[in-house]
């Protein structure tokens, strides 16, 4: 209980925040709508309401507060207003349905798995190679670092451009871009685990005459698990939201990015924001999913 209660105490500021500052988003908006309707709205010059401060609006016009909670497309959505919503395309719609968010949540999921193991093997690939070899480290390294000083907004077009070109499309351009995000985290995690070991462990080794390989499997290797695992949370994390940007190039309407990017092309925030939600749930079941398999893990090689 004294874990939950942190959690909740958090949560319940976020919905609280989230509530106060929606009256204030969608003020203008709503008090247009009003006036139309024939409500009293102050200012009544629609030049001066445009220059006034939203707080001001809402001062002057607390009667409208109510309505703004209820736009039918608001700048920012209450949190009931997206709930409806995840009900509507989770629970209502068919798994098979376009319209369904498991639907388009599973076209994202595929790739960021499949990204997310080309990552993590060719992180922990390069790490063993970092650690084992010194013009590795040197060379291989300072690359890895700099790849991701790119942004990735930037460089999802190019790879998705060039691949198209040689005809390869749908699933692997937008693992790749997943991959792209995740392989660093777990190189950096990787490398720091392996290096754990201390200098008496070392020596120790030596001093049983155990080979390279066997140093490797029995000392670094399983002192590396507890980095690699934390990476793995990271890098699972940076998958998902690579195989999210990279939808938006495509400019399709299948996965959570093509989700998102139809939605501000119809100018449906409730859409654009319960595709967030949902993917930020499917993120945080990922990080728990690997959570528990490092419990596990750990547990079963005596670390935990």
């Given at each position: 209980?004294?874990?939950?209660?942190?959690?909740?105490?958090?949560?319940?500021?976020?919905?609280?925040?989230?509530?106060?500052?929606?009256?204030?988003?969608?003020?203008?908006?709503?008090?247009?709508?009003?006036?139309?309707?024939?409500?009293?709205?102050?200012?009544?010059?629609?030049?001066?309401?445009?220059?006034?401060?939203?707080?001001?609006?809402?001062?002057?016009?607390?009667?409208?507060?109510?309505?703004?909670?209820?736009?039918?497309?608001?700048?920012?959505?209450?949190?009931?207003?997206?709930?409806?919503?995840?009900?509507?395309?989770?629970?209502?719609?068919?798994?098979?349905?376009?319209?369904?968010?498991?639907?388009?949540?599973?076209?994202?999921?595929?790739?960021?798995?499949?990204?997310?193991?080309?990552?993590?093997?060719?992180?922990?690939?390069?790490?063993?190679?970092?650690?084992?070899?010194?013009?590795?480290?040197?060379?291989?390294?300072?690359?890895?670092?700099?790849?991701?000083?790119?942004?990735?907004?930037?460089?999802?077009?190019?790879?998705?451009?060039?691949?198209?070109?040689?005809?390869?499309?749908?699933?692997?351009?937008?693992?790749?871009?997943?991959?792209?995000?995740?392989?660093?985290?777990?190189?950096?995690?990787?490398?720091?685990?392996?290096?754990?070991?201390?200098?008496?462990?070392?020596?120790?080794?030596?001093?049983?005459?155990?080979?390279?390989?066997?140093?490797?499997?029995?000392?670094?290797?399983?002192?590396?698990?507890?980095?690699?695992?934390?990476?793995?949370?990271?890098?699972?994390?940076?998958?998902?939201?690579g195989a999210i940007v990279?939808?938006?190039?495509?400019?399709?309407?299948?996965?959570?990015?093509?989700?998102?990017?139809?939605?501000?092309?119809?100018?449906?925030?409730?859409?654009?924001?319960?595709?967030?939600?949902?993917?930020?749930v499917l993120a945080a079941?990922?990080?728990?999913?690997?959570?528990?398999?490092?419990?596990?893990?750990?547990?079963?090689?005596?670390?935990?």
């Amino acid at each position: 209980m004294s874990k939950v209660l942190p959690v909740l105490a958090v949560v319940a500021s976020i919905f609280t925040l989230w509530y106060a500052a929606v009256p204030f988003m969608n003020v203008k908006e709503t008090l247009t709508g009003l006036e139309r309707a024939g409500a009293t709205v102050v200012p009544d010059n629609p030049i001066a309401r445009r220059d006034a401060s939203a707080v001001a609006l809402v001062l002057r016009n607390s009667f409208a507060i109510p309505a703004t909670y209820a736009q039918e497309r608001p700048r920012l959505p209450a949190p009931h207003q997206v709930a409806q919503d995840l009900w509507d395309t989770v629970v209502m719609k068919k798994v098979t349905s376009k319209r369904s968010l498991v639907y388009h949540g599973w076209i994202t999921l595929s790739a960021t798995l499949l990204g997310f193991a080309i990552g993590t093997g060719a992180g922990i690939l390069l790490a063993v190679g970092i650690v084992h070899s010194r013009a590795m480290d040197m060379s291989v390294m300072p690359w890895a670092i700099a790849s991701q000083t790119i942004p990735i907004l930037a460089i999802a077009p190019m790879i998705i451009v060039v691949l198209n070109s040689v005809g390869i499309q749908g699933l692997v351009p937008k693992a790749i871009i997943s991959a792209y995000l995740s392989f660093f985290p777990v190189v950096v995690g990787m490398v720091k685990g392996l290096r754990a070991p201390d200098a008496m462990q070392l020596d120790l080794l030596k001093t049983y005459n155990a080979s390279g390989s066997q140093g490797f499997w029995k000392l670094r290797l399983p002192a590396s698990m507890p980095y690699l695992f934390a990476s793995l949370k990271i890098g699972v994390a940076a998958a998902l939201v690579g195989a999210i940007v990279a939808e938006l190039p495509a400019g399709g309407a299948r996965g959570l990015g093509g989700r998102m990017l139809t939605g501000s092309y119809y100018g449906q925030m409730v859409q654009i924001w319960s595709a967030l939600v949902f993917a930020a749930v499917l993120a945080a079941s990922l990080v728990l999913l690997i959570g528990w398999l490092q419990n596990r893990t750990l547990k079963r090689m005596g670390l935990s």
